[in-house]
């Protein structure tokens, strides 16, 4: 599986933008970059994914290095709301039971906090 | 759209009793996965099933856990005997075929005293 690398813990100021980034120079060709975060006491939330081309939905925009060894994760207006920790994940393909399946495997990930 | 409901929220139980979770995913969703996060290793993978049928079940820890899914809209994941280090948060999650994204419940709180 492709390791990735986060910083442990950022801080940002509400309604500037955060930047997350994230190493995964081990990744495959087809291995898919994935953004989940996890508020306190909550479940990990999808946030984004992406595999070679810059990703944007209404939550976030992922940005991949053409070369794909790393990516970065971006809160365009970050809010209270926002303080998580961001887990940034390789899916890998496993096999089993005749089967493939992508495999989400959580590092520690980057513990964000927005302050006022 | 209720999302994947897991029961019990929080469970409190003496070492050696046996512990029941539960787990009923999005209706129409045939993918489901139990995770387990601790403070010491984060969150890791127990069991996947697709279609009802265990694909892969590397991750549980030793023969005292035990997962089922009877059916395509409820799972469960069995400790017996339960120990102290059992004490963690267990997340269900769910995926339709074909789709890229998983959603988790809100998760169960599991203490061993």
């Known amino acids: 599986d492709a390791k990735t690398t986060q910083p442990p813990s950022m801080d940002c100021a509400e309604g500037r933008a955060a930047n997350l980034p994230c190493n995964h120079s081990t990744i495959s060709g087809n291995e898919y970059v994935y953004w989940y975060r996890q508020i306190h006491s909550q479940g990990p939330q999808y946030i984004i994914h992406?595999?070679?081309n810059n990703e944007t939905n209404e939550m976030a925009s992922l940005i991949i290095t053409e070369d794909r060894k790393s990516s970065t994760l971006i809160l365009p207006h970050a809010t209270l709301r926002d303080t998580a920790v961001y887990y940034c994940i390789v899916r890998s393909i496993q096999r089993g039971g005749g089967t493939s399946y992508g495999k989400l495997t959580f590092g520690q990930g980057t513990i964000l906090t927005v302050h006022p | 759209d209720a999302g994947v409901i897991q029961s019990p929220r929080h469970e409190v139980t003496e070492m050696g009793q046996e512990v029941t979770l539960r787990c009923k995913p999005i209706s129409g969703h045939n993918s489901l996965f139990w995770y387990r996060q601790t403070m010491m290793r984060g969150l890791e993978l127990l069991i996947y099933f697709n279609n009802n049928v265990p694909i892969d079940d590397s991750g549980m820890p030793e023969d005292r856990f035990s997962a089922k899914m009877p059916n395509a809209s409820f799972s469960t994941l069995k400790i017996q005997p339960s120990e102290p280090r059992d004490s963690a948060v267990y997340f269900c999650?769910?995926?339709?075929?074909?789709?890229?994204?998983?959603?988790f419940g809100a998760g169960s709180r599991l203490t061993v005293l």
């Open positions: 999650a769910s995926r339709r075929a074909g789709a890229n994204v998983l959603t």
């Open positions: 992406g595999l070679k």
